[in-house]
Structure formats: structure tokens, C-alpha cells
DNA sequence: ACGGATAATACG
DNA sequence: TCGTATTAT
């Protein structure tokens, strides 16, 4: 469970924003919109009175115009795969709710329920649901909700916002009560725990969002609420979506408070009204507590609200729940919730999945390739606009994927998750998934005795696939003032380049312990997958034509088995033995091949030291692969900048300071880990003795990495579980 | 074994 | 570290 900082006394203005359901409005407005926006955007930055937009009305009539029959004000919703049973509901617009149509209706429940629902259909790429469109649409409305704090996307379609700052800004210079006016959005925002049955509600909120005796805490939350106003009215001005928000003391509350009233309204948790509001909220409403945890709390301990919550100490609390859940369950039921608004406006990892129900399940490898292989095309598409707009790059390669065995007794077994470094370029990342999904196979199978020979299918079925691409840093921008530290003169730093040649030669090379177990010549770990089926007569080029939700005919494509020697080690994951591989596909013969990897391998001897690398963390990564070897002294000097700064150079002191080959990139990180895990030396820091500024310049990423050095927000959990609690720490039952 | 696709996060 | 499990929409 989330931990963070509880702060007593918080008074922090967090809102969270929802947008109501985005998948309707945008299907239905987006791609009008998207030809309107480019109208629009030639009048964005002039004012509203200038002369050339007298005429903006004429832009709202042609977003009007545009929007044809709209699907505003209509039953509504939005469907994915439309042939089974009218395909799965995944958003219902508020009007078509009011017939009772539910998410995950099938389309044709929907339509018993309300014949003149208007069902819409998700965009369909590649045989599977593709969520581009909203995707983008999120993030449109991201860029318009982050302009006035730091904005975290909690999800394609929410955010929270700490609006602290320009709250305390508002406060200053232009606090609410002294305001003539309020704006009309503001005045409609519902304010919890404020008798709206009086005859003029609005006059009541106007009353709470003016009135000087209000402790600051609440002048705060009132200078939030027309913060949050204001972005609200420009999103819906900017891209017609509506949306949503709550403003409080914090997150948790917020998020409560942003489903309280909606569409299109706000909501205040002022803080006298928090125990009022928890005291009666049923537990299952809380976020985090709607699963397992919560109905523990309901069976196991008896607690129905939020507020039974209060009777437990928060040392029983972490007796049942484990030190972290259990804290931060007393801090909830009291409202309490320390965790912070991260800046992220950009997901961490994009995913590509397909699931294959029943009898659609992938009975052979090459339908799973098949398969494989359009995702890994989303996927590599995904990574490679973020690698253009975002300047961003993703290292790891995950594949998940869930399968059944049938006849083999009912022991359901999952399919093991493989993850290993990843390379850029769509062909590479389809045979790495795929060598990832052999792997994993084996080890499924392996684990009911089976033996595995070539196509032959022992009765597992594949039901799910997905790839997904995580652990995505930005590449630096190369100018900041920490990397002129590093090396003073400009020119001695090769730039980073942003091509995608460029980046697929930085691409993540064999990993120590693959090149380990590569020159050992034996030991088959996960990256140096086993042997699989050899299928390389397609190219690069080869496009499977494959009708929808038509993907049983699995025409065998001829396959050749390769001598063992060879698969095993074109299976490993080495940039230049693919680079041959690809180059010479039909003709490669074992020799080739053979030498081919001794070459590479021979030629990163000197670039890469051995296994020292293991285990390094984000820190001495990213400054071995930014610095090259001649910047060793200056990456020292910058280490023991850091060092002194922060109180560490008694750490570090102890440490062999030469530069030697191997500690060549000894930087931070390895001082620190390389330290502390050896000699566990007492160690200690004052926070305020390290030099903001010089944290600051480091990449984003970087820094959340150090803080959490320096701050760190959780407990190891090693308090044993009580064995009463039976249910919540069962492990999961197979779906 | 149709509650789909996709995220984030915590834990071991 | 990786892999698993939970939660949410």
C-alpha cells in the first residue's frame, strides 16, 4: 500500500480530476475535433477580444457544426470487439447509465436494456483494441490541467494536481474574499458538509468562499477550487471535454471528493468535514481498500466504514496488515494521507496485450508468434513515437501471458512472466518476445513433466498475451549545467544524439550474466533463452494477413530446426550477432554465426568490465553510459562534490579511489551500495547539508532515486503476518 | 474459460 | 533484480 509522509498538519491543496466518461466523449467528438483543432489552434495565444478572432463564436459554430450528430445527450457507449455478443462495454455515458446500462455489458445487453443506446466502436489496429486515440486525447487534456502545479497522470484519464503553490500565490495577492465577483463555475461547486438544502445553496457556497474568518487551511482549499475552476473551464473550452475534480487537503481525499458530484462538477472537503465524511464511508470505497484488503477488513476484523477503522490501534493495524498497510491504514481512517503528487505526465511503460478466451486460444507457437508479432509492432510503434516526442527510452522487455493445460491434472499454473533488456527495433523486439515466450513455455510446461518436442502441442492453450516495454528514462538534454560539471569543455562530450540509430547503438548489450553463461558455454538462463523453433524465412517485411478474430487456421510455416549450437546462441540477445543474423538470414550457417559472436563479444570486451555492473542502479548507469572513459577524472571530481555535499565523504573515503578499469564508473551509487552492503558502516546525512541545486539538475528520474536515499518513506516489512487474517494474504485463486 | 486493455505499485 | 500479486478504470 502507498505509504508517503503522513503529515499531521497538512495543508497541501491536492485536487483530483477526473474526466466523466472519456472514452464517450471522446469517441464521439474526437476526430471531429482533431479537424477543428487545427482551425483552432491558429487563434490559441491571441486574446479573445483581437480583432482577427471578433469571429471566435464562429469558431465555437464550427466545433458545433462540425460535431454533426452529435452523440451528446444521448444514451451512449463505448464498445470494444463487436462481434461476440455486440463486443465488451468499456465506458457508458451518463445518459445511457440512466437505463442501467453497466460497464462490462456485453453490447448486446446493453441494447435489451436501451434499444437507442448508441454504441461506438473502439478503433481496431492489428486485430486488437487499439487506445491511440484516447491515448492522445489524455494527454491533450494533461498538457491544459498541468499549467498550474505539478500534475501527475494517475491513469489515461486522471490526474492530481498539488496546487499548494499557486493557492498560496492567490491567497497572497488575491484572496477570495475580497473578490467582487466569483465566477459561476466556482459558485456551483459543491463544498461537503455545507447544508445545500437551504433555499439558495449557490448563496451558501458563495458565503464559504468569502468569508474571512475561515482558517487558512480552508481559504487555501477555496483559492484551489477556483484554480481547479478555471482549469476545468479550459479544458472544456480547449478540447470540450468535461471533467470533474475534488480539492483537499490530499489525495486520498480528493480523489473521494472528485467522485462525489459528477458530471462536470466539483467538490471541496473543507477540513472540519473530514471525520464526517469518512466516519459513515464504506470501506470499500476507499481506493486501495475496493479488493482483497478491503474485504479482509470487512470479514477478518469487522470493519463496514471507515470509521470503524478508528477503534484499531496502529500497532494492531500492522500486526494484521504488515507495518506499511497498517500504518497507513490508521492514518486513513483519520483522513490522513501522506502521499505526494509526483511530477509525471508521461506514463511509465506502455503495454500491448490481447487476450484469447476460450475457444480462441493459441494452441501453437506459430499462432502465439503470429500474435506476438502484432503486438510487438504496437508496442514498437509506442516506444518509438515516445523515443520522437518524448526523447525518452525503454529498457526493459516484459512478456506476460496466461495459459491453461488441459487433461493434465487441474493443477492451474500460471505462466511465468519474462522480462529481459530491451532492444530497439521492431524485428528485435518480436524475436525477443518471442524467445521471452519459449522460455517462459518451457518453464510452464517443464513444471507439469511434459516433454516438449517441437510443434507438438500437449493441450496448453494460450489465453492472454502481452508485451510491454518498462523502465523508460529520458535521455538527458545534454545542456544542463550538471553535465557541463562533468566535463567543463562542451566539445569533449559526445551530444546525445536522438536518432534511433544512435540509440539502438546504446542499446542495452548482453548483460554480464548473459555473457557469462554464453562463454561458460552452458547454463541457459532466462536471457540466454533455450533453443527454439527456428523460423526465419520471413523478413522483416512479411506481413501476416489475418482477418479478424480468424486466427485458428495456423498454417504451419515451414520451419527448419538450426543445429542446437546455432539457436542457442542466435537466441541470445547480442546486437551484432542479430545484426549478422538479419543480414544474412537464409544463408547463415553455424560456423558464421559462430564466429560472428566471438567477434562481438571480443569487440565490447574493452568497453564493458566484466560484472561489476551487476546490481548497479539507475545512477551509475546512466553516468557510464553518458561519460566515456576519458571523463573519468572529471566524473570523479563531480562524485566527490556530491559526497561532500552530503555528508558522505566518510563513506566514500574508504573506498579505493584510483581509476582503475573496473571502478572506472564507480560513481554514487556504487560508493553508497558498494559501502553500505560490504561494511555496513554507520552512515548518516543531514538532508539540509546536500546541495538542492546539484540534485536538482540531474535527470528527473535520478532524483526521485536519490530522495528516496535520503528520505526514505517505507519501513522493510518484517513484522509476520498473522495468521488469522487468512483471506487477504491468500494467494490469489486462479481466475 | 469472455470482465478487455493497460497501468501503477508493493512485496518477496 | 526479477517475478508475482493487487488494484483500478
Request: hydrophobic letters at 30%.
Amino acid at each position: 500500500m502507498p505509504v508517503g509522509r503522513p503529515e499531521l498538519s497538512d495543508s497541501r491543496v491536492i485536487a483530483h480530476v477526473d474526466m466523466d466518461c472519456f472514452y464517450v466523449q471522446d469517441s464521439s467528438s474526437l476526430k471531429v475535433r482533431s479537424d477543428v483543432r487545427r482551425q483552432v489552434s491558429r487563434f490559441k495565444g491571441m486574446k479573445r477580444n483581437d480583432p482577427i478572432l471578433a469571429n471566435w463564436s464562429y469558431c465555437e459554430s464550427v466545433v458545433e457544426q462540425r460535431k454533426q450528430q452529435s452523440l451528446r445527450g444521448q444514451p451512449t457507449a463505448v464498445v470494444q470487439y463487436n462481434s461476440w455478443q455486440g463486443g465488451g462495454l468499456i465506458a457508458v455515458s451518463y445518459e445511457a447509465r440512466k437505463f442501467g446500462v453497466k460497464r462490462s455489458m456485453r453490447g448486446d445487453e446493453a441494447k435489451q436494456v436501451c434499444p437507442e443506446i448508441h454504441l461506438v466502436q473502439v478503433p481496431v489496429a492489428r486485430g486488437k483494441a487499439d487506445l491511440n486515440t484516447y491515448r492522445n486525447a489524455g494527454s491533450e487534456v494533461v498538457s491544459i490541467l498541468s499549467r498550474r502545479g505539478r500534475c501527475e497522470r494517475a491513469s489515461i484519464d486522471e490526474v492530481y494536481l498539488d496546487l499548494t503553490i499557486a493557492a498560496e500565490a492567490m491567497l497572497a495577492d488575491n484572496p477570495p474574499e475580497c473578490l467582487e465577483t466569483i465566477s459561476e463555475e466556482v459558485v456551483k461547486s459543491h463544498v461537503f458538509g455545507l447544508e445545500e438544502v437551504g433555499s439558495d445553496a449557490r448563496e451558501n457556497v458563495r458565503h464559504w468562499f468569502t468569508r474571512s474568518d475561515a482558517s487558512r487551511r480552508d481559504k487555501l482549499l477555496a483559492c484551489g477550487a477556483f484554480i481547479v475552476a478555471e482549469l476545468r473551464l479550459q479544458v472544456l473550452e480547449e478540447t470540450e471535454f468535461t471533467c470533474s475534480a475534488g480539492i483537499a487537503h490530499n489525495k486520498m481525499l480528493a480523489k473521494l471528493a472528485s467522485g462525489m458530484n459528477k458530471p462536470a462538477q466539483q467538490t471541496v472537503v473543507p477540513f472540519s468535514s473530514i471525520s464526517k465524511l469518512l466516519r459513515t464511508l464504506p470501506i470499500k470505497k476507499m481506493k486501495q481498500l475496493g479488493g482483497k484488503l478491503g474485504t479482509s477488513l470487512q470479514i477478518d476484523l469487522g470493519v463496514n466504514t471507515v470509521g470503524d477503522l478508528l477503534q484499531f490501534s496502529e500497532e494492531k493495524l500492522q500486526e494484521y496488515y504488515g507495518v506499511n498497510t497498517g500504518s497507513w491504514l490508521w492514518n486513513t481512517a483519520r483522513g490522513i494521507n501522506g502521499e505526494e503528487v509526483k511530477e509525471r505526465l508521461l506514463p511509465n511503460s506502455h503495454g500491448s496485450g490481447k487476450t484469447f478466451p476460450g475457444p480462441r486460444a493459441l494452441k501453437t507457437v506459430a499462432s502465439v508468434e503470429k500474435w506476438l508479432n502484432e503486438l510487438c509492432e504496437e508496442l514498437s510503434e509506442r516506444l518509438q513515437s515516445d523515443l520522437e516526442q518524448n526523447k525518452r527510452i525503454a529498457h526493459t522487455l516484459t512478456l506476460h501471458a496466461h495459459a491453461y493445460k488441459s487433461n493434465d491434472g487441474d493443477s492451474f499454473r500460471k505462466f511465468p512472466s519474462k522480462s529481459c533488456p530491451l532492444r530497439y527495433g521492431t524485428s528485435k523486439i518480436k524475436e525477443d518476445a518471442l524467445s521471452l515466450f519459449q522460455a517462459g513455455l518451457r518453464e510452464y510446461l517443464g513444471l507439469f513433466n511434459v516433454k516438449i518436442s517441437g510443434n507438438q502441442n500437449n493441450g496448453w492453450g494460450i489465453t492472454g498475451l502481452s508485451v510491454s516495454a518498462s523502465k523508460i528514462v529520458a535521455i538527458p538534454s545534454g545542456t544542463r549545467s550538471i553535465m557541463n560539471y562533468f566535463h567543463n569543455q562542451e566539445e569533449s562530450f559526445p551530444q546525445v544524439k536522438l536518432s534511433s540509430e544512435q540509440l539502438i547503438q546504446d542499446a542495452p548489450l548482453l548483460s554480464p550474466s548473459e555473457e557469462d553463461s554464453l562463454e561458460s558455454g552452458g547454463h541457459l538462463t532466462l536471457q540466454s533463452i533455450e533453443p527454439r523453433i527456428a523460423c526465419r524465412e520471413e523478413n522483416e517485411e512479411t506481413k501476416y494477413s489475418m482477418p479478424l478474430d480468424r486466427q485458428e487456421e495456423d498454417k504451419d510455416m515451414c520451419k527448419e530446426k538450426l543445429p542446437d549450437k546455432v539457436t542457442s546462441i542466435c537466441s541470445s540477445p547480442d546486437a551484432e550477432v542479430y545484426r549478422g543474423w538479419e543480414k544474412d538470414q537464409t544463408e547463415s550457417s553455424g560456423d558464421y554465426l559462430t564466429v560472428k559472436i566471438r567477434d562481438s563479444l571480443e569487440s565490447e570486451e574493452g568497453k564493458r568490465k566484466s560484472n561489476k555492473e551487476k546490481g548497479m542502479s539507475t545512477i551509475s548507469r546512466y553516468f557510464q553510459s553518458q561519460l566515456s572513459g576519458s571523463l573519468l577524472k572529471a566524473e570523479h571530481a563531480s562524485t566527490s562534490k556530491l559526497s561532500e555535499s552530503s555528508s558522505l565523504s566518510a563513506c566514500q573515503s574508504e573506498l579505493p579511489q584510483e581509476n582503475s578499469p573496473t571502478r572506472g564508473e564507480s560513481s554514487v551509487d556504487t560508493h553508497l551500495y558498494g559501502q553500505i552492503k560490504l561494511k555496513r558502516p554507520a552512515w548518516s546525512y543531514d538532508i539540509d547539508e546536500i546541495d538542492q541545486d546539484i540534485l536538482n539538475e540531474l535527470p528527473k528520474q535520478i532524483q526521485e532515486e536519490v530522495q528516496a536515499w535520503l528520505r526514505p518513506q517505507k519501513r522493510p516489512n518484517t513484522v509476520k503476518r498473522d495468521l488469522g487474517i487468512t483471506r487477504y494474504f491468500l494467494p490469489a485463486k486462479d481466475k
